[in-house]
Structure formats: structure tokens, C-alpha cells
């Protein structure tokens, strides 16, 4: 080993906790991008191969009633590679052990043949025979949560009788990685269930005899899916369709994705980050190490060293840093990943998993990060490259210090305030990057933490401000209004207010929509209707009011006109104004007087639904009664739905506020211990002189981590604003038809941010501190600097 | 018969440096007077420096005991010799330690600041003759006003003592006699107890008592019948 490679070990070695330090904040780079990568092309790959195994369909549409021929014209249309057509329909169920009723998903088998689309892959026992009216396949998910295996049964209200089902089978389906029942926001598998059953059963119980409700398409490859949807649109427009849509409006599907784009943006987001960061202290750090070893570089030289192999020197230095942050971040990026993809794996029911951990993840990670590293040495490098031996060897010049802070103009400041504002003036570049550091690190903790706020923002509003009914029942066909006596009347029913949900298109000039509108009355107390203000709105007799959502789609604005026409029972367009726009954060919604709708379909008034509020101390006797309701089809309990999704948040909550303040730690403290220890060593002769004139520990600790405490301090504003900004990109980033993220950050997830970020710093500081506490006050009167 | 500010009873200091013991004191007495103008006089390694530490309390001794007028300073906590040096020392090095960040006129501040009873920084330049240069910093200051604002900083809290380890090693003749200069004013005006080391013979003229040292003890302690003013000396 040459002499330059052992210094170099020596020095890695000596500046053991440092280098650690910064390789850490590399790692955590490294981590986040093999992580956000790895998983992200793996979960994209398990899905891909799961939708082309199982075939799942690309368009998707429901109707209330179109006749079985149909198929055969849809399956004419240009660019339509696969038609399957299906019943499918929501019936609650009566599961024994639980009193409250759950809802079901039932979905048909084909009466001859395999399914061609949205294939089941079995986990257990078979599929139902095509005959039997009384079997069921049910997903894993369900049967799991309550224990079931083929051959336990359990009842549904199907068609207004109470039967009893055969679990024939458990599967996993394409179709529903991600299952929600009616008002989760969480998959409830105790409450919720998909049940595959035979075609003839399904259409003798819904009355559906050559008929289906819903149609799946799969496309030949280029098909155009908009010029699809358009064509199937026009097809079902009689029978009640009530729009296609493709996979991106596919719930399950939508799902997933979102959680791709997370990943996305954690690998363009976080990496960056770290490796900035990384560079930054990798700067610093050289920096100091050249100035300190100074004369030994012109030594060197002096001596016949080229000017090329002592730069190489250095850089291998820099170099080994990222060696070591690229293989501990490589590694537990690996492991996390993994790790993160198999909870993805489960959580999304997939039948398997692809991991997509090729090597070019790593090559690339190696390469950014080598880069990285580089970059930050450049400089010094190349200060070491050019400085001329007989320069090198003489002492630098003197640093030179501003007279700011002057006694005049802050008298009150004493001498050891007025050393930390002169030292930070005078390397300005460096606390300005310092501060940097550490506003980062409090960034990550705000983007990523604020996602809690604004969910609990939109549950608080969901639950409490707009949806504050207890329960909702929602019928399989509209019913005659006068079902809501009948409501009223079951037992712990304390109020009910009726609901009549008609599919329509909307349009505005040549935009157009196709969504449901739901009719309330006028003034609901429940089931409320908020507008962007957050203030409750009184359905006005007529008028039309979307949500933001679908009002931004439409380009709409209140006092516009809207053409509504209706897709259910006979057809009518009529012209509506748009007399308020609603405040919503899932889906596209539209609301009316209910009156005005039903004078709208002209018909008798009919209801779709039911919101109650009830009394909790009957809850099981409403259940009771409610299961044997025969137009119900299914049953929302808010309450429920909200303790599951809290309960559900409250766990990933603990993991993600580990990992970001991990990852955050990691910063703060790279940054800041890094920018204590090289501040020592350009000081420390200062710091002991001190000592020798009858300073304490403390006040001359206070000269060194007093700055890194005014730069941290300053940084946290700083780090509030970042994070905000970074928030407000991720939620642009995560509007879709399907949910709209409001950006809320609580001061609580401010303060815990900084909270977190001054306990890396001060855990820092008090190790640099015990260095200070241990500076030899002798030596430094022996030497001159 | 002025009473004696330190007396230093067999002390020794041992240097462990892993096997090897260096010893760098091996029993020395001493008196030092109040108001007295000590010179320590010695070859290179013989033990000056580490006298002056520990009667600084910059250092520990490894036995004997060194009383601070009443006072056990060998039994000094680590605080207390801080405290000790805060409100009664005075150092002076040969590489002055200035703090290049505050200009000439702060240096001083910086100890009247924390000191009881402290001089104005104004007047302790003054003194050393560097009236004009208060707001200069170090590095715009040549090598002898730098060690002259060093004095001034050390005598700015009146000091009890001042301890001067080779204070005009680094500088040439004409400077380091001003430097002298301002050490013996400061000596007479203030009656501060003032120890100076140096490899300069002819700087023993102008103390009181000149103490030889050899090998870790007193050789011997020459007392001057008069004293040489400064400026009258060279080399
Ligand atoms: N920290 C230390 N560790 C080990 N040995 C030391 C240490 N400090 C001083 N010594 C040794 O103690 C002895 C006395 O040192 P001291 O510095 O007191 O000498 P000095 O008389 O001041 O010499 P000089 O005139 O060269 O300054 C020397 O042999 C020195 O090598
Ligand atoms: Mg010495």
C-alpha cells in the first residue's frame, strides 16, 4: 500500500464520525431512490402481470337493465378486443358473530364457460356451479377477517329473502385489489365482501333474466379507449348506463396508482435532497481538510508528488465517503423495499409478487451519488491541483472580518454575540448552506407529515360537517317515497332523511360529464351539503350544484347554465343554472333538490336511499332489522367506517413518522454535527485561548454552538415554508377525479417538525460539546496556527 | 515585608505519555512576592512553562502544593481554576492568541466583560501605548502591537498576577523592548505581580529576582539591587 493510500485510511479513520455522518445522508439518499425505484417498478410489474394473467378489463361501465344482445354490439365496436358482460349488485349481509349488517358486492359468474375477463384466481375450493343457486365464492380478504373456509355459510338478503349462501371457494380478483365498501375509506374486509355466484341464480334474484347491469371491455392494443367509451355510451344511453370509464376511474385500479405516484415522487423528491446535502458536507469537510493539511500538500509537491496524484488523493477520499453511504444505502433500501413492496403486496391482495431489482437500480444509484460526491470536492480538489508548493508552504493568508456588529450600532451585544455574527458574515455561503441543510431536513418532515392533516381534515369534514348521518341504507331499485315511513319506524331510528341518487349527463357547451345526481331535501340536517366555504347550503327548487371538482371539469361557475339530461327511466334535457358549487374531496358529485329531481323524471317521488340518524343504544336491534329489509342492498355505518380508517391511519402513521424522521434525523444531524466539527477545528485554538482567559465550558461552547443554534433557529421558518411548498406540489400531484387532497398543515405537524429537527441538532451539538469541554488548553499556547 | 502571593512547596509534575515519564518538575520551592517582577530564566525543556501553568491554573501538579495567598490552588476544582484564572490571572504568550474576529479594542472587551472589576478597554490599550489602533484587527496589527493588545487584554481586569511565557520570543529586538516597556509600567502603576519566562539573558536586568531554572528545580534566585529600565536594554 502506498503511503498516500494509508494517510487516506488514517484520515477516514480520524474523521471516522464524520465521514459517517455525511455517508449516512448519503445512504438515506440511496435508500430512498433503491427503495421509491425498486418497489415502484415492482409493484408496477406484479400489477401488469397480474391484469394480463387474470385479463382485467381496460373499460368498464354500468346500466340498469340491458338486454344480453347488446354484447354482441359491443364487441363490434372498432378496437374492442373482448366483451364480458355481468350482473352485478350490492345485498347486505347477515354474518352470525356480528351484529351489524355488512355489505356485499355480488357479482356473476358466466352460465357457460370460464369468465373471459376479471378472471378470479382461486385460492381455495372451486368456482360455483353454474346450477346452484346457493354457492358462492368470497374474496380471501373476507373470508380471513371472519375465519370462513369452503363449506361455512353465511346469509345475504337477496331479492328481498334472507338466504343462506355455501362458501364454495375463496379468490383473489384483478378487479378488487383494493375493495371499499359503500363510505370506507379504508377496506373494512369484516364489513365488506365481493361474492362471485352463478348467472342464473343472479338473474333469477335480481330479475334480471337476459339482461346484465354492467359490461367489461378489453381493448386491442392502440385502441383508441375515449372513441371506446364514446360508442359504448351511446349503446347503454338507453338502458340506463351510467358512463364508462377506464382503468384510471376504476376505484381498485386508482387506487394503486396513487400509491405508484407516491413512490414516483419519493424517487424524484427525496434523493435530490440527500444528495445536495451530501455534496454540501462533502465540500465543507475537504475544504477544511485542505486547509489544514496545507503545508503538507506543498510538502509533497516540494517533494515531486504530481499535482494530479495528490488531487486524486483527495478525491479518493471523497470517493470512499460514497462507496460507503452507496452500500449501506443500497442495502437497506433493498431490505425497506422489499419489505415495502410485500406490505403493498398484501395490503393490494395480490397473488403473487415481481421484484424488479435489476441491476441498473444500482447503477444508477452509484452513479448519482458518486457524482454527488465529486461534485462537492470539486473545488477543493482543485485548489489542491493548483496550489503552487512554495504558496502551500507558507501560513494562509489571515482571514479577514468585517466590522459589522460594531459596538455603535448594537452596543448591547457582547463580545462573544458579536464572534458569532461576524463568524457567520464571514463564511456567509457556508451558513446560508448550513441553514439550508437544515431547513431540509424539516421540509421532508412537513411534505410528508401534513398528509395526516389533510386527512384528518377531510374525515373531519366528511363525518362531521357534511355526511353527519350515522347509517345509510341504500335500496337495490329507487323506491316509492313513502319507504321513509317505514324507515322511520324501525327501531332506534331517531331521524331519516331521504336520498334519490339518477345517473345523468351534464354538459356545459361542449364539455360534458357523466355522473350521478343526488337528490336531498331542501334543508337536510344530516346528510348535509357544504359549499366551498365550508357553509351548509339549502337546495334551492331548482339549480344544479356540482362539486369543485366537477364543476372545474365542466368550467362551471355559479349563475352558469348546465344542460342536464337524464340516463335513467325516460329521457329529458333540460337546462339548469348552477346555484352553488359544492365542497367535496372524493369523487365527483352533484346534488339537487330532491323534489326538483323527482319532478325532473317525471315520475312518482321515489327514493334511492336513506340517511338515519340512530339511536346507539339500539344499534342491534336496528341491525336486526335492517337485515331483514327486503329493498335494502346496502348499509354504510360512518361511524364505523371512520374508526376503521382511523385505526388503519394510526398504524401507518407510526411507521411513516419513523422512517421520514429517520430520514429527516439523518439530515439534521449530518448538517449540523459536520458543521460543529469543522467549526471547532478551525477554532479551537480560539475556543481554548478563551479557556486560558478564564472562560467556562459553557461560554465558549455557547461562541461555537450558539451560531449553529442561531442558523438552526432561523432555519425552522425556513423549513416551514419549503415543506409547504413541497406539500403543494405533492397534493397537485395527487388530485384526481377520485379524491382531491386539501392542503392543510396543522401547527402541530410545524412544531413537530421542528421539535424533531432541533433533537437531531441538539444531540449534535452535545457531542461536539463534550470535544470543546475536552480542547487541551497547553497545546494551543505552544503553537502558532 | 511584602506578603508572598504564591507559595509553591515541592512541587513536581510527572508527563505520562503511555510508558514513558517525563519528569518536568521534580520538587520546586518558591516564594513570589506581591507587586514582584519575576524573571524565569532556564534552558530549553528544564521546566519554566510548566511552572507557570500550573501556578496559572492551566495545569495540574502530580504532587506538592501551591498556595494562592490563603488559598490551596493545587486543590482546585476544575471550575474553581477557572474562576481562579477569570478574576485574577493575566497570561501573555509568545503567539499573542488574539481572536482574529474581534478588532483590538473587543479582544480587550471580551475579558472586561466577565472580569469584577475591570479597567475600560480604552484605558488598558493606552497603557500599552495602542491608544490609536482601537479598532484595527489583528491581522491588520504587526506582531508586537498584536502581543501589546495581548497585554492590555491580560491586564484589563486587574490582575492579582500576570503570567508572561517568553512574550517577545516571536519579535525582534526594538519591538519586544516596547513590549518589556509596557510590562514593567504596568507592573509599577497597578503593583501587578508579574512573572516573565525568556531565554533572554539581558531581559534579567530589569526584574526584581531572576529565578534560574535546570532540570525541573530552582538552580538558583538572583535578586537585582536595581532595576534596569527597559529601554536601556537590547539584544
Ligand atoms: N504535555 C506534555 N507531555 C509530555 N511531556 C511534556 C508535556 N509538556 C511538557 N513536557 C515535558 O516537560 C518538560 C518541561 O517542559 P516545559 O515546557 O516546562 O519546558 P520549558 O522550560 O518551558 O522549555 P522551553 O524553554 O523550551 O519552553 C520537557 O521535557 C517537556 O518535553
Ligand atoms: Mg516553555
Redesign the pocket.
Known sequence: MSALDRKLLRDLWRLRTQVLAIAMVMAAGVATLVLAIGAYRSLDETRETYYERYRFADVFAQATRAPDWLAAEIAEIPGVAAVETRIVKTAIMDVAAMPEPATAMLVSMPAIGEQVLNRLYMRQGRTPDPERADEVVVNEAFAKAHGFVPGDTFHAIIDGRKRELVIVGTALSPEFIYALGPWDMMPDDRRFAVGWIARKAMESAFDLDGAFSDVSVKLLPGASEAAVIERIDTLLERYGGRGAFGRKDKQSHAFLDAELNQLAAMARVLPPIFLFVAAFLINITLTRLVALEREQIGLMKALGYRSSAIGAHYLKFVAAIAVIGVVIGGIAGTWLGFGLTRLYGGFFHFPFLVFQWGADIYAIAVVVTVGAAMLGGLRAVWSVVRLPPAVAMHAAAPVRYHKLFAGGWLGGLSQTSVMIGRHILRYPVRAGLTMLGVALSGAILVASLFAFDSIEFVTDFTYYRADRQDATLEFTDAQPARILNEVRRLPGVLSAEPMRAVAIKVRHGHLERRVAVVGKPRGPDLSRVLDTQFVPVAMPETGFAPSEALADILGVRVGDIVQVETLEGRKRIVDMPVTAIIQSYLGLLAFMDIDALNRLMRDAPMVTGVNLAMDAGRANDLFAAVKDMPAVGSVALQKKSLEKFKETLAENLAIMVSVYTGLAVVIAFGVVYNAARIQLSERGRELASLRVLGFTRAEVSWILLGELALLTILALPLGWFLGYWVAWIAAQGLQSELYRVPLIVSRQTYATSSLIVLGAAIVSALLVKRRIDRLDL??VLKTRE | MPQPVFIVEALT?V?R?GDVE?H?LRGVDLEIDAGEFLVLL??????????LNILGGLDHATAGRVLFRDAELTAFSERQLTLYRREHVGFVFQFYNLVPSLTARENVSLVTEIATDPMRPEEALERVGLGARLDHFPAQLSGGEQQRVAIARAIAKRPKVLFC??PTGALDSKTGVRVLEALVKVNQDLGTTTAV?T?NVAIGQIADRVVY?AD?QVARVEENATRQVAAAISW
Open positions: 497547553i497545546d | 509534575k508527563y505519555t517525563v518536568a532556564g534552558p530549553s525543556g528544564s521546566g519554566k512553562s510548566t511552572l511565557d517568553e519566562i531565554h531554572f525541573g
